[in-house]
C-alpha cells in the first residue's frame, strides 16, 4: 500500500465528493442559469436520434448493474440462492450488452460532434473534457468487462473493490482491498472519480433536471407579478389551473 | 366568473402591404444575437405559401396545439405527458434548422481586402451558425409575393379543399399578407407542454413568458406551439419566445412591432376574460363552435356585474377603463371583424386578424354595384382570395364566418363611399349586415382613421403592485452577457457581479422590502420578469 494508493483510493473519493457536493451548490447558486441539457437537435437530427436514445438508455442500463454490483453485498445474492458463478454469468452477459448499448451510443454522439460543423462549434471546453472523462471510464469499463469475460480469468470485484466502495461511504474504506485490484479496475475505478468530481461544472449537470414534477403538475402555469406579503402562504405568487 | 386580464393584438389584413417593417424592428430589438439569428418572434409571409418554418400549420408532422380524445377530454396533440417524457432525449416532432433557414452573413470584409484582378470581388456568403463558406438555399421570407408560388404555393396546408393547380395560374393567383407574432393563447399549448415548468402565463396580462432560469432545454414547448412561435437558441441551450415586448407594455408604450407598422394595421388592448370557462370552451366538441366559444369566455367591460367582479379580482379601475375603450374588445366582440388565426389548434389564440378586402372590393366595383346590397354580397363567393382559403386560415374552415365579416367590411365601404360621395348613405345597407348606421360609422373611424391613442389602449402597471417599475424598466432581458436587457442598472458591471447581484434579491429580502423602503439597488421587487419575488435570478429572472 503505497502513497499513491492511499491519494487514489482514499483522498481522491473524498475530493471529489466534496468538489461534487459544494460544486453543485455553487453552480445552483451562482450560475442557475447555464443549466440546461444543450440539445444540439436543432442543427443535427438524424444521427443525434440513434446516438442519443443508445447512449441515454445504455447509461441507465449500466448504472443499474453498478448499483446491483457494488452496493448489494455478495452475501445477499448468495442468500437468494444464486451462486457466485450464477451471478458472475449473469453480471457479464448483461454487463456486455447493456456496455455495448452504451459503447455504440457514445461513438455515434462523438463521432457526431467531432464530424458534423454546426455541433462542433456549439461544444465548449468543458463538454470535450466532460467527453474526454466520459470515453475513459466507459472505455476501461468496458475493456474491464471483456477481459473480465473473454480474455483472462474472472476477477471477483465483489469481494474488493464492492466493500472498500460502500467502506468510503461508511467513512471506514479499507485501501488495501483495492490497491491489490488489477491496473484495469484501478484505472477505471480513479477516472470515475475524476468524472464525479468535474461533474457539476460540465453539462453533466443537466441529469438532476430530470422532470419529475411534470408528471402530477397542472397544465396552465400562472405567475403573478405582485409582491410576495409577509406570511403570504404562496410566497412567489405562482397558481395554476 | 374568475376575471382576469388579458393582452391582445387585432391586425388588419386589409391594410397590411407586407413591408416587414415590423420584423425588422422586432429583431433589431429582440434576436439580434448569437444563437437567435434564424429567430423571428414576429414575420411576415406571404400566403399561400409554407411558411416559417416551412409548413408551420401541418399539425400531423408537428403536433402542436390541443386534439380532443375520443372521450371528447382535451389533450396535447403530442400525446399524453408521458409520451413527452419518453421523447426527452429525442423530440421526435422538433423542426430542424433547416425547416426555419440556416442564417448567413457575407464576408464584407473580401470587398475591402481584395487586391488589383480583373474581376470585382465579390462578398461569399458565410453561415451564422459555424462560419464557414455556404450556399444560400433557403431564408427568411424566401418565398415573398409569391417568389417560388406555383412549387410552394400548392404545399400551403390551408389549400387543402381548393383546386390548388387552377388557384396557382396566372390568371386566377391571388395573395395575402399574414403577419405573424406570438398568440400569447389564453389556452397555451407551450406552457402545457413544458416539462421543467419554466414557461407561464403572467396573471395580470396573460403575457406567455419563458423563465429563462427554469428552461432546461428540453424543446417541448418548441414543438407543442402549433404556429412555431417557441424558439431554441442553439448557443444557450434554452427556449425564447415573443415577449409581446412587456417592458414597454408595462410603462404604457405599444409593441415595437405595432408602434413601427407602415400600414397601421395593429390594435392592442385589454380584454376581460373568465378564467373558469377557459377550459371548457377549448374543449368545445365541433371546430366551427370554437369561435364562438371563445367569444363566450371574453366578458363584457361595459356590464357593471363584470366590472365589479375585476375589481374584486384585484384588476383596477384603470385596467377597467381600458377594457370598455379597448380596440380588440370592439373590433373581435362589438363589431365581429376580426378572427382567430387557426382556431382549431384550441389554444384560443389572441392575435385576432381582419380578413383582406381590397381584392375584394376590386371585383365587386368591376361590377359596378357598390350600392346595391342585393349585389355586393353575391361577389364574395367570385373573390379573388377564395373564401374557402381564409376559412381554412381563420375559421376552422367555416365559410359562413368569413362571408358574414367580409360582408360587413364590404358595407361599411359602400356604406362610408355613399356618404362621402354623394352625401346620402343608406341605413339599409348596415341594416343588411345587422349592424346600426352608428355602428358602421364607428367601425370605420376605428379602421380608417384610428390614431394611435385608439390604437394603443394600454393601461400601465401599477407599481404599488408590482413594485418599483421605474427602477427596473427594460432592466432584465434575456439573463444572457450578449442579451439585449441584461440587468440594465448593472450593465458595466462584470458579468460575475451582475449574477451575484441577482441573487442578493432572494425571497426573504424582497418579503422585508414589503414593509420597509427598498434599499438600492439590491432589492429588485418583481417587475416584468414575471417572477414571483425576485427580478433577473432566484425565481424567475431573465424572460424570453
Known amino acids: 500500500m503505497s502513497r499513491a494508493d ?9 475530493l471529489a465528493i466534496g468538489s461534487f457536493v459544494v460544486g453543485h451548490i455553487w453552480r445552483y447558486r451562482r450560475d442557475g442559469y447555464s443549466i440546461t441539457a444543450r440539445s444540439t437537435q436543432l442543427l443535427e437530427r438524424r444521427w443525434l436520434r440513434p446516438g442519443i436514445i443508445l447512449f441515454h438508455v445504455g447509461l441507465l442500463l449500466v448504472l443499474g448493474g453498478h448499483f446491483i454490483g457494488i452496493l448489494i453485498p455478495s452475501s445477499v445474492t448468495e442468500s437468494l440462492g444464486m451462486s457466485e458463478h450464477a451471478y458472475h454469468l449473469m453480471a457479464v452477459t448483461s454487463g456486455m450488452a447493456a456496455g455495448s448499448v452504451l459503447v455504440i451510443g457514445f461513438v455515434i454522439l462523438l463521432v457526431r460532434r467531432i464530424a458534423i460543423a454546426q455541433v462542433r462549434v456549439t461544444t465548449t471546453g468543458w463538454d470535450w473534457v466532460a467527453e474526454g472523462l466520459l470515453a475513459v471510464v466507459i472505455g476501461l469499463g468496458m475493456w474491464a468487462t471483456i477481459a473480465n469475460n473473454v480474455i483472462g480469468g474472472p476477477y471477483d470485484y465483489r469481494a474488493t473493490i464492492a466493500p472498500w466502495f460502500r467502506g468510503i461511504f461508511t467513512l471506514n474504506p479499507d485501501v488495501s482491498l483495492v490497491s491489490g485490484a488489477p491496473l484495469l479496475y484501478q484505472a477505471h475505478v480513479v477516472a470515475a472519480w475524476l468524472l464525479l468530481a468535474l461533474w457539476p461544472y460540465t453539462r453533466l449537470v443537466h441529469a438532476w433536471s430530470v422532470p419529475v414534477g411534470y408528471i402530477v403538475r397542472s397544465p396552465i402555469l400562472y405567475r403573478s407579478r405582485a409582491l410576495p406579503q409577509v406570511g403570504d402562504s404562496t410566497p412567489t405568487g405562482r397558481s395554476s389551473r | 366568473m374568475r376575471v382576469k386580464a388579458q393582452m391582445g393584438m387585432v391586425m388588419n389584413l386589409d391594410k397590411c402591404i407586407g413591408c416587414h417593417t415590423c420584423s425588422v424592428t422586432c429583431k433589431n430589438v429582440w434576436t439580434n444575437r448569437s444563437g437567435a439569428e434564424y429567430m423571428w418572434f414576429n414575420d411576415v409571409e406571404t400566403k399561400p405559401g409554407i411558411g416559417y418554418p416551412k409548413r408551420w400549420e401541418d399539425q400531423e408532422r408537428w403536433r402542436g396545439g390541443w386534439e380532443l380524445t375520443r372521450g371528447g377530454r382535451l389533450r396535447l396533440r403530442s400525446g399524453p405527458r408521458a409520451r413527452r417524457l419518453a421523447n426527452i432525449f429525442f423530440n421526435p416532432d422538433l423542426p430542424e434548422l433547416e425547416d426555419y433557414y440556416e442564417p448567413f452573413t457575407y464576408r464584407y470584409g473580401d470587398l475591402f481586402d481584395a ?19 455556404m450556399n444560400i438555399e433557403w431564408g427568411p421570407n424566401w418565398e415573398d409575393d409569391l417568389a417560388g408560388g406555383p412549387t410552394t404555393g400548392p404545399q400551403d396546408p390551408n389549400m387543402a379543399g381548393l383546386e390548388e393547380t387552377v388557384r396557382m395560374e396566372y390568371e386566377q393567383v391571388f395573395m395575402m399578407y399574414l403577419p405573424r ?23 395580470e396580462d396573460g403575457i406567455v413568458l419563458v423563465d429563462q432560469e427554469a428552461c432546461r432545454g428540453w424543446r417541448m414547448c418548441v414543438s407543442s406551439c402549433p404556429y412555431k412561435k417557441v424558439y431554441f437558441n442553439w448557443q444557450s441551450g434554452k427556449a425564447e419566445k415573443c415577449t409581446l415586448c412587456y417592458p414597454r407594455l408595462e410603462a404604457g408604450m405599444t409593441t415595437v412591432c405595432s408602434e413601427t407598422c407602415v400600414g397601421r394595421i395593429r390594435y392592442v388592448g385589454v380584454v376581460l376574460y373568465d378564467a373558469d370557462k377557459v377550459e371548457a370552451a377549448a374543449a368545445t366538441p365541433d371546430e366551427h363552435d370554437l369561435l364562438d366559444a ?30 370598455v375603450r379597448s380596440p380588440i374588445w370592439q373590433l373581435a366582440m362589438k363589431h365581429r371583424v376580426a378572427l382567430p388565426l387557426h382556431p382549431e389548434y384550441r389554444t384560443l389564440p389572441m392575435v385576432w386578424y381582419v380578413p383582406p378586402l381590397s381584392p375584394v372590393m376590386n371585383m365587386i366595383e368591376g361590377e359596378g354595384a357598390e350600392a346595391d346590397p342585393d349585389d355586393v354580397f353575391p361577389a364574395i363567393d367570385s373573390l379573388r382570395i377564395p373564401v374557402q382559403f381564409l376559412a381554412n386560415l381563420l375559421s376552422a374552415g367555416d365559410e359562413d364566418v368569413i362571408r358574414d365579416v367580409l360582408k360587413r367590411l364590404a358595407a361599411m365601404r ?60 427594460g432592466a432584465c432581458g434575456f439573463t444572457d452577457p450578449a442579451g439585449p436587457g441584461p440587468c440594465g442598472a448593472l450593465e458595466s458591471a462584470e458579468y460575475g457581479d451582475r449574477v451575484a447581484a441577482f441573487h442578493l434579491g432572494t425571497r426573504d429580502e424582497v418579503a422585508h422590502a414589503t414593509a420597509t423602503p427598498p434599499p438600492q439597488p439590491a432589492t429588485r421587487g418583481g417587475d416584468g420578469c414575471g417572477g414571483g419575488g425576485c427580478t433577473c435570478g432566484d425565481v424567475a429572472p431573465g424572460v424570453a
Open chain 1, 6 to 14: 492511499v491519494f487514489l483510493f482514499l483522498a481522491l473519493p473524498y
Open chain 2, 115 to 133: 487586391g488589383p484582378s480583373k474581376h470585382q470581388p465579390v462578398a461569399r456568403p458565410i453561415s451564422q451558425v459555424t462560419g464557414k463558406d
Open chain 2, 181 to 203: 407574432i406570438c398568440e400569447h393563447c389564453l389556452n397555451p399549448s407551450c406552457v402545457a407542454s413544458c416539462p421543467s415548468g419554466a414557461m407561464y402565463k403572467r396573471d
Open chain 2, 294 to 323: 371563445q367569444l363566450d369566455v371574453f366578458l363584457d367591460p361595459e356590464d357593471p356585474d363584470v366590472q365589479a367582479a375585476a375589481l374584486a379580482a384585484g384588476i383596477t379601475q384603470d385596467w377597467v377603463d381600458a377594457a
Open chain 2, 414 to 473: 359602400s356604406y362610408m363611399r355613399t356618404k362621402t360621395v354623394g352625401g346620402a348613405p343608406d341605413p339599409a345597407l348596415a341594416e343588411a349586415v345587422g349592424m346600426s348606421a352608428h355602428e358602421v360609422e364607428e367601425m370605420y373611424r376605428l379602421l380608417g382613421l384610428a390614431k394611435s391613442i385608439d390604437r394603443f389602449v394600454i393601461p400601465t402597471t401599477h407599481a404599488e403592485v408590482g413594485g418599483l417599475l421605474d427602477e427596473h424598466q
